[in-house]
């Protein structure tokens, strides 16, 4: 399989356009045959993903999936070595298509000619035209024409030059959809358009669907091993089953609660993997400082979680797999496009509520000499309930929250540090104490000092802390 990340710029050519002689090298003309395949609902162009299988001239035929990242597409690629769709295209988009067949729903065959522009012995950009046929049995039903610009080693800078010099030649605005959604005459979004409202009902309804919207978005770089991804989708789950809790004045108590609790095991299968790609960076991050012979030894160390960490990966892909994690995203598709409103309660006393909680657990710490780290770590989840309280209460219009959200998110980075020191710590002592390299005993002991000096660090650093949250939580009385 082979990776990119896609940054590009689409434009069309204006009635008065004039090709340009770009510096650089000429792109041979190709046809391409781009074979499009989706559910019969188009569940994965709703979502911005699009699959196709392409034929060049002179070239392999090759699967190409494009899946949304920010800003700009990721797009993979394998080589197509039959008709059927690989089971390994299937397995990344479980999440969106909940195993619904994917059949061809459209067929382009593309003219291309361009320029690889270069400048200074650097390939910047491919600028190509594109004259697009939609095509079915032969026919021709519709064209459009394109010029795009993919970035290769150049800038936004670069792109944004390109474009300016495209303009000025008499390029204009693109229709501003995928070649697909023009080819099938669909809207930017298949979905149906939402009413828009205002007031707290709607903006939870908005941040629920926002959060179920990531999940979709990162459970395919979740299933590919990106670390980054499988943060962000951890981070989608927590923060929907932390809406639907804030949100509870304004929803149906039970249902909330049920959606919550359908939600936490998905929660806790991405947590195995998220902690030990946290321990590995900081292990890594260690090693670099230590004496000669421990970071040998800690080269080691982080072999065996690495390890540890792909026997936990596969577990993970098999999990998001089974039937009951397909039955859970049913479940909240159809929760957070209709959400049951049920309560008329103020959010702004349920983010006063949630911190009052997060004070009495903070004044049951005072009275042990030395908080157990159990202890911390439910003060970091109940100060985590009142930051997302809190913004939710600033999404519907309470003023002064976003102070307070600051100050709850700097306690809680501190006191997750110190969860990450407290479980590295665990992980390290578990090992196997028959590591082979020499110097593995010696950076793990090292490695464990480090993490009781994080530890240390962070629990010296809470209570000023701590402190500034408090104060702020009382000034929105």
């Not at 795009?148 to 010099?165: M, N, P, Q, S």
Request: glycine share 6%; with cysteine.
């Amino acid at each position: 399989m082979k990776a990119v990340l896609e940054q590009e710029l689409k434009l069309r050519p204006g009635p008065d356009f004039r090709p340009l002689e770009l510096p650089g090298k000429e792109i041979a003309e190709q046809t391409l045959i781009s074979t499009y395949f989706d559910t019969d609902d188009l569940r994965l162009a709703a979502a911005a993903v699009t699959l196709r299988r392409r034929e060049t001239d002179g070239q392999s035929p090759v699967w190409q999936l494009k899946l949304p990242s920010g800003d700009d597409r990721r797009e993979l690629e394998w080589e197509a070595t039959g008709p059927a769709i690989p089971e390994t295209i299937d397995r990344l988009l479980v999440a969106y298509t909940r195993r619904q067949p994917l059949g061809r729903i459209a067929t382009l065959r593309t003219r291309r000619s361009g320029v690889l522009v270069r400048e200074h012995g650097v390939d910047l950009a491919e600028v190509v035209e594109d004259a697009v046929d939609v095509v079915e049995d032969g026919r021709t039903l519709r064209s459009f024409e394109e010029i795009e610009v993919e970035l290769v080693d150049g800038d936004r800078e670069a792109l944004r030059k390109l474009e300016k010099t495209l303009r000025g030649a008499g390029a204009i605005d693109a229709d501003g959809r995928p070649k697909l959604f023009q080819a099938l005459e669909l809207d930017q979004t298949s979905e149906p358009r939402r009413e828009r409202r205002r007031g707290p009902a709607a903006s939870l309804a908005a941040m629920l669907r926002d959060q179920y919207d990531e999940i979709l978005r990162h459970d395919p770089g979740t299933r590919l091993g990106d670390p980054e991804e499988l943060h962000d989708h951890r981070v989608a789950v927590r923060r929907l089953r932390a809406m639907l809790r804030a949100g509870r004045p304004l929803l149906d108590r039970g249902w909330a609660d049920g959606l919550r609790d359908a939600l936490r095991p998905a929660g806790q299968a991405l947590a195995e993997v998220r902690d030990l790609d946290v321990l590995l960076d900081h292990v890594q991050e260690a090693a670099a400082i230590l004496p000669d012979l421990e970071r040998a030894g800690a080269t080691d160390v982080c072999a065996r979680l690495g390890a540890r960490r792909d026997e936990a990966q596969r577990r993970l892909v098999a999990t998001l797999s089974d039937s009951w994690y397909v039955s859970l995203l049913n479940r909240v598709e159809i929760a957070v496009n209709e959400p049951r409103m049920d309560g008329d309660g103020s959010l702004a006393e349920a983010a006063q509520k949630e911190h009052r909680r997060a004070r009495k657990l903070v004044r049951g710490l005072s009275k042990k000499a030395e908080p157990s780290d159990a202890a911390l770590h439910e003060v970091r989840k109940a100060v985590k309930r009142a930051r997302y309280a809190a913004e939710l209460a600033g999404a519907a219009g309470v003023p002064r929250m976003k102070g307070y959200v600051k100050r709850a998110t700097s306690v809680q980075d501190i006191l997750g540090d110190h969860q990450d020191a407290v479980v590295a710590a665990r992980e390290l002592a578990s090992l196997d104490p028959d590591l082979a390299r020499p110097g593995a005993h010696m950076a793990v002991a090292e490695l464990l000092e480090v993490q009781a000096a994080r530890r240390a660090a962070a629990r010296a650093a809470f209570p000023r802390e701590w402190r500034k949250l408090d104060k702020r939580a009382r000034s929105l009385r």
